[in-house]
C-alpha cells in the first residue's frame, strides 16, 4: 500500500510593484522553500521562437537585439515604454506572454511533485489578480506598502520617472483588491530586520490554513 501524501501547494506572493514581494520570498528561500520569480520565468519564456514571433508581431523586431557575445536579448526597457503607452498593446502582450509563463510553472511544479509530494511552492508576480491567475493557486499572500513608499524605492532602486510610476500602478489592482482577495496580507511596513521572523509567522498561518486540524 502506498503512503499518503499531501499534494504540493502552490502559493502566490503577489503586491504591487515596489512592494517590497522579493524581501519576503527571499526569506522564504532562505528558509529552505522553492521559491520562482515570475520576470525570470518571463525572461526565458520571451526568447521561445514561438512567443518571440508573436511579440515581433505585435510590436515590431526593435524588441529584440543581440549583444556583445552574440545572444539575443529581450529589450525589456523599450518594451516597456511601448505598452504602458498603450493599453491595448499592453494587453495583447500580456496575452501572450501569460499563458507561456504559466505552462512552464506548471511544469516546474509537476516535476517537483513528482520528485518530492507535499512541498509547498512560492511564486512571485505582480499580476496575479490582473491576469486572472489566483484560482491557480492554494494560497494568495499579499504584500502591501503605502504608496509613497514605494514610489520612493522605485525611483532609488530603479531609477523611474513619475509619470512611469504613474503608469504601472495604473494597470495595477489597488491594494484595496488585493486585500479583499487574498488569503493572507503581508504589511511590508517594518524593518527589513524584521522580515525573516514575519515570514516564520506567515509559515505558521500557511501550515494551520492547508492543516487546520493539526498543532
Given at each position: 500500500?502506498?503512503?499518503?501524501?499531501?499534494?504540493?501547494?502552490?502559493v502566490?506572493?503577489?503586491?504591487?510593484?515596489?512592494?517590497?514581494?522579493s524581501?519576503?520570498?527571499?526569506?522564504?528561500?532562505?528558509?529552505?522553500?522553492?521559491?520562482?520569480?515570475a520576470?525570470?520565468?518571463?525572461a526565458e519564456?520571451?526568447?521561445?521562437?514561438d512567443?518571440?514571433?508573436?511579440?515581433?508581431?505585435?510590436l515590431?523586431?526593435e524588441?529584440?537585439?543581440v549583444d556583445?557575445?552574440?545572444q539575443?536579448?529581450?529589450?525589456?526597457?523599450?518594451?516597456?515604454?511601448q505598452?504602458?503607452?498603450?493599453?491595448?498593446?499592453?494587453?495583447?502582450?500580456?496575452?501572450?506572454?501569460?499563458?507561456?509563463?504559466?505552462?512552464?510553472?506548471?511544469?516546474?511544479c509537476?516535476r517537483?511533485?513528482?520528485?518530492?509530494?507535499?512541498?509547498?511552492?512560492?511564486?512571485?508576480?505582480?499580476?496575479?489578480?490582473?491576469a486572472?491567475?489566483?484560482?491557480?493557486?492554494?494560497?494568495?499572500?499579499?504584500?502591501?506598502?503605502p504608496?509613497?513608499?514605494?514610489?520612493?524605492?522605485?525611483?532609488?532602486?530603479?531609477?523611474?520617472?513619475?509619470?512611469?510610476?504613474?503608469?504601472i500602478?495604473?494597470a495595477?489592482?489597488?491594494?484595496?483588491?488585493?486585500?479583499?482577495r487574498?488569503?493572507?496580507?503581508?504589511?511590508?511596513?517594518?524593518?527589513?530586520?524584521e522580515?525573516?521572523?514575519?515570514?516564520?509567522?506567515?509559515?505558521?498561518?500557511?501550515?494551520?490554513?492547508?492543516?487546520?486540524?493539526?498543532h
Amino acid at each position: 500500500m502506498s503512503r499518503h501524501r499531501h499534494p504540493l501547494k502552490r502559493v502566490a506572493v503577489t503586491g504591487g510593484i515596489g512592494s517590497g514581494k522579493s524581501t519576503l520570498v527571499r526569506a522564504l528561500s532562505q528558509l529552505g522553500y522553492a521559491v520562482f520569480d515570475a520576470d525570470r520565468l518571463a525572461a526565458e519564456a520571451v526568447l521561445q521562437p514561438d512567443i518571440r514571433a508573436k511579440i515581433e508581431a505585435l510590436l515590431g523586431s526593435e524588441a529584440y537585439a543581440v549583444d556583445e557575445h552574440g545572444q539575443d536579448i529581450y529589450q525589456r526597457g523599450w518594451v516597456r515604454d511601448q505598452v504602458f503607452s498603450d493599453e491595448q498593446k499592453r494587453k495583447s502582450l500580456e496575452s501572450i506572454i501569460h499563458p507561456a509563463l504559466f505552462s512552464n510553472f506548471e511544469d516546474i511544479c509537476r516535476r517537483l511533485d513528482s520528485l518530492a509530494g507535499g512541498v509547498w511552492v512560492f511564486y512571485e508576480a505582480a499580476l496575479i489578480f490582473e491576469a486572472g491567475r489566483e484560482s491557480h493557486f492554494d494560497a494568495v499572500v499579499s504584500v502591501l506598502t503605502p504608496e509613497n513608499e514605494r514610489r520612493m524605492r522605485l525611483k532609488a532602486s530603479r531609477g523611474l520617472s513619475d509619470d512611469v510610476i504613474s503608469a504601472i500602478f495604473a494597470a495595477q489592482v489597488s491594494d484595496h483588491v488585493r486585500r479583499s482577495r487574498s488569503n493572507f496580507v503581508f504589511e511590508n511596513t517594518g524593518s527589513v530586520d524584521e522580515v525573516p521572523r514575519r515570514a516564520l509567522e506567515l509559515l505558521e498561518d500557511l501550515r494551520q490554513f492547508f492543516h487546520p486540524k493539526s498543532h
